[in-house]
C-alpha cells in the first residue's frame, strides 16, 4: 500500500478529515485506543475541543444517585449536580425507564405536526405551577430568549410601547445563559468583552435593592416590559434576597405594569427547598422559566409559563425551535417531575440544606477567619471565603483537594464555593462531603498556603463593564 493510501485508511479509520489530503474521510472511529485513563480524555478533549470551560480535572464515566465513578473505578460524591440539572440523582430509574420506553415509539416529531406527548407534558406542567400555557424550549439560555422575547412583544401589543422601545430591566452579577441577547445583560466580563456589539434596550439596577427598583421604574416605566430576575443567584454566589424583596418586586411590578420573570432554571424544581425560589415569598410571577432539572439530568428541556395574556402574544410561525416539545423531551420531562413530588425531594432539599449549612457553620467556628459565610436555601448553598485568609488559594484550589478527597465542588469567582448534590443523597453522604470540605482546610490549605507562590490578586476584572460595581469584591 502506498503511503498515502495507508494514511487515508488511518484517517478513515480515526472518521477525520485531512486537510493536506483536501478530502473528508467519512469513518467510524474506533473508541478503544482512547477511552483507557482519565489524562488520555482530557488530553483529547483539550485537543479537538474548543477551550470554553476550565473543568475539574476529573473524568465522569458512570454514575447514579450521588456518586460518580471516573474510567479509572474511583467513586466521588457529586456537590455540583450539573448545576442543579440533576436535582433528581443520576441515571434515576423513573426518568431512564421514560426515556427508554419513549425511544422505542417515537423521539422526534418536530412542531410541523402534534405528538402523543406534548400535549400531556403540557398540560402537566401548566396545572403544577399554575399557569395557562407553555412554550417548550431545550436549553436554558433559550428560554430565557423567549422569555425576553415574550416581554418585548407583550410590551407593543398589550402596553402600547412605542415601536422598538421596549427595555428589559436585570439584575447585576445575575446569569442567565450565554446567548447574545443575554450577554447582552450579563455583568461578568469575560462573558461579554469581544462579543460586542451587544443588544440595546436593557437596563440595570442592584440586586435586592427594591428601592433602585422603583426608581427606574418611575423613570422608564413606560417603556419597560419586563423585570427579569433570579429569585436566588446562583452563578454570583448563592445570593439570597432579604425577606420580602420578592414580594415588593411583584407589588412595584403590578403597579408600574412591568412583567415579573423569574428564571428559576437554577433555583426551581426543588433546589431551594421550594418546588419554586418564588415560593418562598409566596409571590406569582407572571413569567416563570424552567430548565436543567426539567431534563431530570438526561435530555435539555426548558419551558416557559405564562397566562395567556402573555403567552398568546406570540402567534404561529414568530417563535419555536426543531426540538422543542419533542415527545423523547416532554415524556422525560413529566417523569422528571413525577419523580420531584413523589420522592418529595423539595422538602428533602429544605431538610438536608438546614443540616448543610448547620455542620458548615460549625467549621465556619473552627475557621472565624477564613470562612466569611455560609449561605443559601435548601441544599442551594455556599461558603464565602475571606480572600485575605484564603490567600494565595483560590476557591478553585479548594475544590481541586476537595476532588482528591473524593468530593466534587465547583467555585463560582475566587473566594465562593458553591455546594449543591442531587436532593436525593443520603444524610451520610452529605455528612461525608462535609467532613472533606472540613478536612481540606485543616490538612491541605496549610500545605497549598506554603507551596504557592504569593500572587497579587487583581480586583480589576470584577468591575462591571455595564455597570461599573465591583460585584465580587469579598472585603
Ligand atoms: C439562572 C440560570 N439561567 C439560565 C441558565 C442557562 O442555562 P443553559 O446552560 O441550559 O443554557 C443558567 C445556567 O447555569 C442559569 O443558572
Redesign the pocket.
Known amino acids: 500500500m502506498s503511503l498515502t493510501a495507508s494514511k487515508r485508511v488511518l484517517q478513515h479509520a480515526a472518521g477525520r478529515f485531512s486537510r493536506n489530503l483536501g478530502t473528508r474521510c467519512y469513518g467510524v472511529a474506533s473508541e478503544a485506543q482512547y477511552t483507557s485513563s482519565s489524562q488520555s480524555l482530557i488530553n483529547l478533549e483539550y485537543q479537538y475541543s474548543a477551550h470554553n470551560y476550565h473543568p475539574i480535572p476529573m473524568v465522569f464515566s458512570h454514575a447514579r444517585g450521588s456518586s460518580i465513578w471516573d474510567p479509572e473505578g474511583n467513586k466521588y460524591l457529586d456537590f455540583l449536580s450539573a ?3 440533576v436535582n433528581q440523582g443520576h441515571c434515576h430509574p423513573k426518568i431512564k425507564k421514560a426515556l427508554i420506553e419513549q425511544t422505542e415509539k417515537l423521539t422526534l416529531s418536530s412542531r410541523a405536526f402534534y405528538n402523543d406527548r406534548f400535549p400531556v407534558f403540557a398540560e402537566r406542567i401548566t396545572s403544577m405551577f399554575g399557569y395557562d400555557m407553555v412554550l417548550p424550549m ?7 430568549e423567549t422569555a425576553l422575547k415574550l416581554a418585548r412583544k407583550w410590551g407593543y401589543e398589550q402596553k402600547k410601547i412605542p415601536n422598538n422601545e421596549a427595555v428589559i430591566v436585570s439584575c447585576c452579577g ?6 447574545l441577547a ?1 450577554i447582552s445583560m450579563s455583568c461578568d466580563n469575560e462573558a461579554t468583552r469581544g462579543f460586542g456589539p451587544l443588544l440595546p434596550g436593557h437596563l440595570k439596577v442592584d440586586f435586592g435593592d427594591e428601592v433602585a427598583l422603583e426608581k427606574m421604574f418611575k423613570e422608564h416605566g413606560d417603556r419597560i416590559a419586563g423585570f427579569l430576575f ?1 429569585p436566588i ?3 454570583a454566589g448563592v445570593i439570597v434576597p432579604k425577606e420580602g424583596y420578592l414580594k415588593a418586586v411583584r407589588c412595584l411590578c403590578t403597579k408600574y405594569k412591568v412583567l415579573m420573570i423569574a ?5 426551581g424544581l426543588g433546589r431551594s427547598g421550594k418546588m419554586l425560589a418564588c415560593d418562598w415569598d409566596e409571590v406569582r410571577p407572571d413569567v416563570v ?1 424552567l ?2 432539572a426539567l431534563g431530570g439530568g438526561v435530555i ?1 428541556v ?1 419551558a416557559v409559563l405564562a397566562d395567556k395574556e402573555v403567552m398568546l402574544c406570540i402567534r404561529p410561525g414568530e417563535h419555536g425551535s426543531t426540538f422543542g416539545g419533542n415527545p423523547l423531551a416532554s415524556a422525560v420531562a413529566v417523569a422528571s417531575l413525577d419523580v420531584l413530588v413523589e420522592e418529595g425531594l423539595a422538602e428533602r432539599s429544605a431538610q438536608l440544606g438546614e443540616e448543610l449549612r448547620h455542620m458548615l457553620t460549625e467549621i465556619q467556628h473552627q475557621y472565624p477567619n477564613l470562612i466569611k459565610e455560609v449561605r443559601g436555601r435548601g441544599l442551594f448553598t455556599a461558603v464565602e471565603l475571606n480572600s485575605k485568609a484564603l490567600s494565595p488559594v483560590s476557591a478553585y484550589d479548594i475544590c481541586l483537594k476537595l476532588k482528591e478527597r473524593g468530593v466534587l465542588a465547583k467555585p463560582t469567582h475566587n473566594t465562593i464555593i458553591r455546594l449543591t448534590p442531587p436532593l436525593s443523597l443520603s444524610m451520610d453522604e452529605l455528612k461525608i462531603g462535609t467532613k472533606a470540605l472540613s478536612e481540606v482546610f485543616e490538612f491541605d490549605l496549610p500545605k497549598m498556603q506554603k507551596e504557592k507562590p504569593e500572587h497579587v490578586t487583581s480586583t480589576k476584572a470584577d468591575v462591571c463593564d455595564r455597570c461599573g460595581r465591583n460585584l465580587y469584591a469579598s472585603e
Not at 138 to 144: D, M
Not at 174 to 179: A, E, K
Not at 263 to 267: A, L, M, P, T, W
Request: glycine share 16%.
Open positions: 448545576y442543579s440539572a431545550n436549553t436554558g439560555a433559550e428560554g430565557v445575575c446569569f442567565h445563559g450565554r446567548t443575554v433570579e443567584q446562583g452563578e428564571d428559576e432554571i437554577q433555583s422559566i430548565g436543567k435539555p426548558s
